[in-house]
């Protein structure tokens, strides 16, 4: 049973990073809860589905991502989980085109709701 739960998270992950490298926000507010909070570096959070789409939508207007998720760390309890994972690829900067290495250590916590898992909060760090 756990070990399908952690299965569905791992997709979830997957469609999350489809999210990024494709700058979809709708689909990235659609992964979190209505109340889900979006915590990224150096910006405001996003809260709620009206507050999470705009922080994507922001950022997707300043950076184009290409990266992979490495997941170390899913624990599922009941209708919560968490996962830690690390992300590596590279990021170019919309306003002059520059890309650089981008990587970031990430925590994750999951509701289950309506019997599929959410983003319920989430939130980053840059690692170099």
């Known amino acids: ?18 999210s990024l ?6 689909l990235a507010q659609s992964l979190y809860t209505k109340d889900g ?7 405001p959070s ?3 589905s009206e507050g999470i789409i705009k922080s ?5 207007s300043q950076i184009q991502l290409n990266i992979e998720f490495f997941i ?18 590279s990021v170019k900067i919309l306003a002059n085109g520059v890309e650089a290495p981008e990587a970031n250590r990430e925590l994750f916590v999951f509701e289950k709701v309506d019997g599929a898992w959410k983003i319920a909060r989430y939130m980053f760090n840059k690692t170099k």
């Open 1 to 18: 049973m756990i070990k399908e739960e952690k299965q569905k998270i791992e997709a979830l992950l997957g469609v999350y990073k489809k």
């Open 21 to 26: 490298n494709t700058s979809d926000a709708k």
């Open 37 to 43: 909070v979006f915590m990224p570096t150096q910006a």
């Open 46 to 48: 996003g809260r709620g």
């Open 56 to 60: 994507y939508e922001f950022v997707f």
């Open 72 to 89: 170390e760390e899913i624990e599922v309890e009941g209708n919560m989980a968490f996962a830690v994972t690390s992300s590596q690829g």
